[in-house]
Nanobody, 128 residues
Framework: QVQLVESGVGLVQPGTSLILSCVAS??????????VGWFRQAPGKEREFVAA????????VDNEFVKGRVIITGDNAKDTVYLQIISLKPEDTAGYYC???????????????????WGRGTQVTVSS
């Protein structure tokens, strides 16, 4: 059973940056071709894809609306995926969720429904 736990600073000022962490556990799951993704959900809005990392190989992809402002990286030794967001804006305020899924090709689907494992999320509020 895969477990994902997110963490990060909750309240940040506009224009600054932050790093969110997602620690994964789950036995042999990450020995297969798999992907860890970050999503976010603002109040009253649908959950949306932010960025993803292919666990084996390191390929990454991010959504157009954060292009140039996010960096997703992984540390296999720590089973941790990081999401760095720079130049934060108030509209980045949302719950941020880590998710994982097995894949058979790259790039795969980044739809919410395609991910079988989810963390509980961590709140990010961008405000002065």
């Amino acid at each position: 059973q895969v477990q994902l736990v997110e963490s990060g600073v909750g309240l940040v000022q506009p224009g600054t940056s932050l790093i969110l962490s997602c620690v994964a556990s789950g036995g042999t799951f990450f020995s297969i071709d798999s992907m860890v993704g970050w999503f976010r959900q603002a109040p009253g809005k649908e959950r949306e894809f932010v960025a993803a990392l292919r666990w084996n190989g390191g390929s990454t992809v991010d959504n157009e609306f954060v292009k140039g402002r996010v960096i997703i990286t992984g540390d296999n030794a720590k089973d941790t995926v990081y999401l760095q967001i720079i130049s934060l804006k108030p509209e980045d305020t949302a719950g941020y969720y880590c998710a994982a899924r097995a894949i058979s090709r790259w790039p795969p689907s980044f739809d919410v429904a395609a991910f079988g494992y989810w963390g509980r999320g961590t709140q990010v509020t961008v405000s002065s």
